[in-house]
């Protein structure tokens, strides 16, 4: 995977390489602008994140395509042995971050901080992106369990496995990726699809076979032909398997104005004391669709989503960055960068970011600060991997969910809701403001030097 | 991969395992609801689902992950010796495809053609949207090269490497992402990132660096201060290469208002003679956005297209779809079958698609038809896979990507349009159209007896 990576970081590695840099670099990884309707995010993807740094290696067979591409030999040679060697700082992931606090800080040679910056962008784009969509889904579905069946929809296999992953993070109770469930260990849901009720020759020989090889855990799709009549069938399988000491689990509706034919389920279904058959929905759900579905009482009980969230069709991407914030000069003394580009500036320096609570222990607000700088909250970025060795015990899925859920329940509710943007309060420490002011001006001097 | 797949695919198969039901199935794979803006597709992902048929089998330890899961032994034997048997039916990659055609005809006994869906949505859905929406940003580039840039924001790393695949069938000129050039024989591309030139302490030093390294393919970054001074220093290193008897590339910009920005440039290079010295631009691009651009009278010579292209933003997800059209009945006959569920409606039968075309050559209207019968115009769907065994032989991607643009260009142009979707001519056959009507009253009568 050393290969998924832009051509310009190899370029760009030839260009230091031949110029003979090889100083340290600080790099921050954070996200930049927020979308519409995302107040926060949760970061996820540091797991994948540090295992590639660790191994991440060059093969002989990329180094001959390198080589035909025309890269030299001396630098091909530097390629062949290359092994990550910097210091990383990160959060936690499950943290709630947001906009331009450093999320990932890291300090390498310049060649090395330069390839490895397309995966980590990747990664951490898509598993940030996807653990926030699903906390929103959790949050809508109102305590009902919800479980991700993305993986037909999402973009691509590593994108079905992420997906999986960090909804379960967000609070989700399960997947439908059966590699995911043995990979991750995540619970692993099915149903049946309308395929299997069509293939037997009646709706009720379709749902007895699948009571009869899952009688402790069906769940029977009842809108293949009629939702009603569906229902009234399940009822009937409901009745045999009672006979026989097990209970039907839930029915399942996926088509159609899921608050009435909830709402009519519901009643049939309780019109023959079979309250304890839930009913679980599915079909083109989000957080929008499942927060509208319950204010207008859908009797729904646990929700199956899929594409929408495990794409974040809302937002299909983070504004995820990567920027050089400092160097080291030819005196081995770091100094501070920074980037002007109009709409494009970046904070300068080694930073930390501090978390503020109230008293209850609720998120107040946060401050990004120089790194060794004296301040107020707890700092969030910990030291995960030196001299490219990791130093940090990689805490478990559950270990990860929890965290992510203990930090959901400490974010202010004014910056859950689905809709509106709010901003959190993220303030700028009094040195790092004076660090900036004074790059400001300097960076202006040394360009129009060069031109004069 | 094989466990790529929903627990329902699995489940459903133990439950066809448990009643004995192997009899063989027709499902089609197809696009339902076309999204806004988009009129046609570009069908594309062939290729992998040939060879995960081709090579799916279930590995010990999945079986034995499935064994914990609960699943019978009985079952777990038979997905031991798994292998696909069945036939393939598919359109060629490149093909442009409308709502409802089939585009992949799967027949094979039904627990097998149950358990490949998952991956063949997937798979399909992602390179067919990316496919569509790169050749969307080729049109509005008018012949101007486009490079794909979008691998670090990619939903995931498969989504990278499809993104980089996809984008070259639709027209692209190459990608910045190195593993998919190595794999795919795309030609890659590369520039400088921001942080090379601020990590000189002169901007002309790290133009210099590059220029030297990349004597004859220099692209320079010239926005990372300001852009104008930017290309005052790279017009100097042009001056320079000139004089060892190379010639500078292009530059590039990456922000701000790129119509100004980019007539500005263009400007002042061609004052110094510079004139076969080209713009390159990038930043947060897409079709409209180029469109817009070149609408404005921007001065740029190439594009350099990542995230909204590479996740298909304005419509992250395809409606692909995986319906079962016919079973075997125990007698051995393929009897029809078609789902009536509100809104999701579908074609029975085994069918093909017809393409009419218009004296010039052109595409004039699309029929679907049964199988066999006797209609006008050239049949799309060609048999790809039998019993099991690869039939066809495998187009490479340069292949592919001509036939791609040869289709593009039989497409007429009201149908390429940017905004606003036009809905091209399908028909449905006399004789798809009699058994549709024929089994629409079939299915209600026998849901109603089951009932009564």
């Excluded at 740094?53 to 390198?66: A, G, P």
């Excluded at 898509?126 to 929103?136: D, G």
């Excluded at 107040?364 to 700088?373: G, P, R, S, T, V």
Aim: proline share 3%; hydrophobic share 40%; with cysteine.
């Amino acid at each position: 995977m050393s290969l998924l990576t832009d051509l310009y970081e190899l370029s760009m590695g030839a260009g230091y390489f031949k110029s003979k840099r090889q100083e340290l670099a600080t790099f921050d990884l954070f996200i930049g602008k927020f979308p519409k309707n995302r107040s926060y995010f949760v970061f996820a993807g540091l797991e994948q994140t540090l295992l590639f740094l660790k191994n991440m290696r060059f093969s002989v067979e990329q180094i001959d395509y390198l080589r035909e591409q025309g890269f030299k030999e001396d630098y091909l040679n530097y390629l062949g042995s290359f092994k990550f060697s910097g210091d990383v700082w990160a959060v936690p992931e499950g943290t709630i971050v947001f906009p331009n606090e450093p999320l990932i800080r890291l300090t390498a040679p310049i060649i090395e901080a330069q390839l490895v910056e397309s995966f980590l962008l990747n990664t951490i784009n898509i598993q940030t992106m996807i653990t926030t969509k699903a906390s929103r889904v959790v949050r809508a579905a109102c305590g009902r369990p919800v479980i991700e069946f993305g993986l037909r929809r999402t973009q691509g296999l590593d994108a079905g496995m992420k997906a999986a992953r960090c909804s379960y993070i967000a609070g989700c109770d399960g997947t439908s990726n059966v590699l995911a469930g043995m990979k991750y260990g995540i619970p692993i849901f099915g149903t049946m699809a309308h395929s299997f009720v069509m293939f037997f020759d009646r709706e009720i020989e379709a749902f007895r076979a699948f009571a009869e090889t899952f009688p402790d855990k069906s769940l029977l799709l009842i809108d293949t032909f009629d939702d009603i009549a569906g229902a009234k069938t399940a009822a009937i399988v409901a009745k045999e398997l009672e006979k026989t000491g097990h209970k039907l689990n839930a029915v399942r509706i996926d088509s159609g104005d899921l608050v009435e034919t909830s709402q009519k389920v519901r009643k049939l279904l309780d019109g023959k004391e079979l309250d304890y058959v839930k009913i679980f929905a599915s079909g083109d759900l989000d957080e929008y669709k499942i927060e509208e579905l319950l204010n207008k009482g859908a009797k729904i009980d646990a929700f199956g989503v899929g594409t929408r969230m495990s794409t974040s069709e809302d937002s299909p991407y983070i504004e995820v960055i990567y920027k050089l914030c400092e160097k080291m000069d030819k005196r081995g003394k770091f100094k501070p960068m920074m980037k002007l580009s109009k709409g494009k500036a970046t904070l300068p320096g080694k930073k930390q970011v501090f978390r503020v609570k109230d008293k209850k222990g609720n998120f107040f607000k946060d401050i990004i600060a120089l790194h060794n700088e004296d301040c107020q909250g707890e700092p969030l970025l910990n030291i995960v991997m030196e001299k490219g060795e990791l130093v940090y015990n990689l805490p478990t899925l559950a270990e990860i969910r929890e965290n992510a859920l203990e930090n959901l329940s400490r974010l202010p509710d004014r910056y859950r809701r689905l809709k509106q943007r709010r901003s959190y309060r993220v303030e700028i420490s009094p040195l790092l403001k004076k660090m900036i002011n004074e790059l400001t001006g300097e960076l202006k001097k040394i360009e129009f030097e060069a031109l004069s």
